[in-house]
């Protein structure tokens, strides 16, 4: 199954505005992407009406992702907390519809960051709190014909949903229409014995996909079985974009945020265009197998 091959504006800066992403968007589609991420980290820094014009001038096919930073909680939060984060994610959504984005990707738990120890009752009892806080939004979302996607973290960002496993166990009853994960190669490298294995679990819920190398840098530069990677989401169905996400060491607020204390490539564009070269050879080499 050959599939688009999307890229993060973060790969080049944080944050977003109308200007930085008229002029990404004409270097992502020169280079050959078909897709692009749209980091949603502040309502206001860019316009969506303005973005619709430019990924209309270059094709390029919008996916909106979401930010969870300081003061996004859905769980163990006072309720204004949790109420200005619900309506994050449905202003989120109505981003999406506006651009034409059939998902909103992103960790949707919890403060990027936050962790803490819990026993089992209190993880059971923060999932309930999870999915009831996520119920109204869900419902935004099968309304609009859009799905929320929501990423498992790594342990060093989260302590609530690390795993495939961890994240049906806390989404469980909304997984639907509205609902489903986002699987990300970095993530998934650090938290599952089998990443295979790992996304032919989350098999029909796998709403959308990220890539980067191990370290976050280009894709085919790496340790991850890409081959093996893509065979599992063959087995799963999954035909949406393959997403590069990786971000800038340029932004200080990002770099720390995604801890970024090295240069990942020669540079930012390096990093992008060695990912598409790789996955796009290896795509058609497996086309041609």
Not at 36 to 57: C, F, H, K, N, Y
Not at 76 to 97: D, F, K, M, R
Not at 190 to 216: F, M, S, T
Not at 251 to 264: E, F, G, H, K, Q
Request: charged share 25%; hydrophobic share 40%; net charge negative.
């Amino acid at each position: 199954m050959r599939r688009i091959i999307g890229v993060n504006t973060w790969v080049w800066t944080s944050p977003l505005d109308d200007d930085s992403l008229a002029e990404i968007a004409a270097k992502a589609a020169g280079m050959g992407f078909g897709s692009i991420e749209l980091p949603v980290e502040t309502p206001g820094d860019w316009s969506p009406d303005a973005a619709a014009d430019v990924l209309r001038e270059h094709r390029l096919a919008p996916v909106v992702v979401g930010a969870m930073g300081p003061g996004r909680n859905l769980i163990a939060a006072p309720g204004s907390e949790i109420v200005a984060t619900q309506n994050y994610l449905v202003h989120c959504l109505g981003v999406a519809e506006r651009l034409g984005s059939r998902v909103v990707a992103g960790p949707f738990t919890s403060e990027t960051g936050r962790t803490w120890r819990m026993d089992a009752e209190e993880r059971a009892a923060r999932y309930r709190e999870l999915q009831d806080s996520l119920g109204p939004v869900v419902r935004a979302a099968e309304r609009s014909g859009i799905r929320l996607a929501i990423e498992p973290l790594n342990r060093y960002e989260t302590s609530l949903v690390n795993t495939v496993e961890q994240a049906l166990e806390a989404l469980g009853p909304l997984l639907g229409p509205g609902l489903g994960l986002a699987l990300d190669s970095y993530h998934l490298n650090i938290e599952e014995k089998r990443v295979g294995d790992a996304i032919r679990l989350a098999g029909e819920h796998l709403a959308y996909v990220q890539v980067c190398g191990n370290d976050r840098g280009a894709v085919g530069d790496d340790h991850i079985d890409w081959p093996a990677f893509l065979d599992a989401l063959d087995d799963v169905g999954y035909s949406g974009p393959l997403g590069l996400e990786s971000f800038t060491g340029d932004n200080d607020t990002i770099a720390v945020a995604a801890s970024v204390w090295r240069p990942l490539a020669a540079s930012q564009d390096e990093l992008a265009a060695r990912s598409i070269r790789y996955l796009t050879a290896l795509q058609d080499e497996r086309e041609r197998a």
